[in-house]
């Protein structure tokens, strides 16, 4: 493992990795795994919004049924298809 001095710029530390053939290796493992790290937080993230996103309109559309809303009134107002709502509908 290689450890810099905080003070060290970048550019510097990339000139004595640059040097060693193991240390460039081990210094691009080093950042495709940081880099593959922030991809998965990234995509872990987008699917946690997108489950809380489908919650609230299940929800939205729950309350606007027991509001006595029609499917169709339902639908324009969602964007969901009158199947789904009529689906929803059944479950309550």
Same mark, same amino acid.
């Given at each position: 493992?290689?450890?810099?001095?905080?003070?060290?710029?970048?550019?510097?530390?990339?000139?004595?990795?640059?040097?060693?053939?193991?240390?460039?290796?081990?210094?691009?493992?080093?950042?495709?795994?940081?880099? %593959?790290?922030?991809?998965?937080?990234?995509?872990?993230?987008?699917?946690?919004? &997108? =489950?809380? @996103? #489908? $919650?609230?309109?299940?929800?939205?559309?729950?309350?606007?049924?027991?509001?006595?809303?029609?499917? %169709?009134?339902?639908?324009?107002?969602?964007?969901?298809?009158?199947?789904?709502? &009529? =689906?929803? @509908? #059944? $479950?309550?």
């Amino acid at each position: 493992m290689i450890l810099f001095d905080n003070n060290q710029s970048a550019y510097e530390q990339l000139q004595v990795i640059s040097q060693d053939k193991q240390k460039r290796l081990e210094y691009e493992a080093r950042e495709k795994a940081i880099r %593959d790290h922030n991809q998965m937080m990234f995509e872990a993230e987008e699917r946690g919004t &997108e =489950k809380c @996103r #489908k $919650e609230e309109k299940y929800n939205t559309v729950k309350n606007l049924i027991e509001l006595g809303l029609s499917s %169709d009134i339902i639908s324009k107002g969602t964007g969901l298809s009158v199947e789904e709502i &009529e =689906k929803i @509908r #059944k $479950e309550n």
